[in-house]
């Protein structure tokens, strides 16, 4: 299991942009897939955007393609998730997740973060 921490979470207004950074611990970062995924007040969780091991594979929901932007940093044991274009939709509770194969399915991630929340306003 890896241990996960996400940050950059905050307040925004729409229209605007957040980078939210998920920090892994361990030796092993390199060997997950990594994913994010967002849960907003009385709805299930969803799936944001999903990377490969090595980075070079990418997917995302609908809902945000092409204004958000998973990358990952192998070196440093990072994972971020660069959101461009915010709506108030996107107001949610982010949380950064390991699996170990690329998969956008939330039971196949085995170790979640806390969560860092996002707040969109209009």
């Known amino acids: 299991q890896v241990q996960l921490v996400e940050s950059g979470g905050g307040l925004v207004q729409a229209g605007g942009s957040l980078r939210l950074s998920c920090a892994a611990s361990?030796?092993?970062?390199?060997?997950?897939?990594m994913g994010w995924f967002r849960q907003a007040p009385g709805k299930e969780r969803e799936f944001v955007a999903a990377?490969?091991?090595?980075?070079?594979?990418?997917y995302y929901a609908d809902s945000v393609k092409g204004r958000f932007t998973i990358s990952r940093d192998n070196a440093k044991n990072t994972v971020n998730l660069q959101m461009n274009s915010l709506k108030p939709d996107d107001t949610a509770v982010y949380y950064c997740?390991?699996?170990?194969?690329?998969?956008?399915?939330?039971?196949?991630?085995?170790?979640w973060g806390q969560g860092t929340q996002v707040t969109v306003s209009s």
């Open positions: 997740a390991a699996a170990t194969r690329f998969t956008v399915v939330a039971a196949e991630f085995g170790s």
């Open positions: 990377i490969s091991r090595g980075g070079g594979s990418t």
């Open positions: 361990g030796r092993t970062f390199s060997s997950y897939a």
